[in-house]
């Protein structure tokens, strides 16, 4: 089976670093990704890791251990319009690729 | 291109009433997908399907049924309603593998009441 961990609820302050941490369990591994999802509307994708290592994109950095079963997704220079659910996923290496997501990190962004 | 388009955004149901929420997509995705999203709470696989003609259940299966007849539809039917499935319903298409991302669907919220 898969279970996959990460923080209920976060507050940061705008302009600063906050760092969301998941880990996970899985019987098998084909890529873990971040999505955000703003309340009241569908999740986007943010980034994918499938080496060990960091991916960066912008403002959003995610990093990956596969040893370890731990992922985080790192967000420099906050903004208030960052406030929203983040969602830790890992998708399957087998049986439809299926994405199995974790519980969301609420992520609160205050001036 | 419209992506993954659901229909319809909202619905109230009485308990035991059926219904077929409509997903379609017009990305030639092969990976199509059904979630639930609770309050506050994570994304739940219902269903999933890798091609027309093919489909198979996913952590929460019961009380939903799915067909793909075609590449690009895959619509969700509830057949007797109940209050537990009141949620916020998403679809998804992806490529399946590699880095290929879920495209998601605006939501469906089904009150079962």
């Known amino acids: 089976g898969q279970n996959i961990d990460q923080p209920t609820e976060m507050t940061a302050t705008e302009g600063a670093i906050v760092q969301i941490n998941c880990t996970y369990q899985t019987s098998g591994f084909n890529g873990l990704f971040w999505y955000q999802q703003h309340a009241g509307e569908a999740p986007t994708f943010l980034s994918y890791?499938?080496?060990?290592g960091l991916e960066e994109k912008g403002r959003f950095s995610s990093f990956l251990s596969r040893s370890k079963g731990y992922s985080y997704l790192l967000l420099k220079e906050l903004q208030m319009k960052d406030s929203a659910s983040y969602l830790c996923a890992v998708r399957a290496a087998t049986g439809g690729f299926k994405t199995i997501f974790g519980a969301g990190t609420r992520l609160f962004v205050k001036a | 291109n419209a992506g993954v388009t659901q229909t319809p955004k909202f619905r109230i149901l009485k308990i035991g009433q059926s219904m077929t929420l409509q997903c379609a997509q017009d990305?030639?995705?092969?990976?199509m997908y059904w979630y639930r999203q609770d309050p506050g709470m994570g994304l739940k696989l219902i269903y999933y399907s890798v091609g027309a003609g093919i489909t198979d259940k996913g952590e929460v299966p019961n009380g939903y049924n799915v067909s793909r007849s075609t590449t690009e539809d895959f619509p969700l039917r509830l057949e007797l309603a109940a209050p537990s499935q009141t949620s916020v319903y998403f679809c998804?298409?992806?490529?399946?593998?590699?880095?290929?991302?879920?495209?998601f669907g605006n939501g469906t919220r089904l009150t079962v009441t």
């Open positions: 998804a298409s992806s490529h399946g593998q590699g880095n290929s991302p879920l495209h």
């Open positions: 890791n499938v080496l060990d």
């Open positions: 990305m030639n995705h092969n990976y």
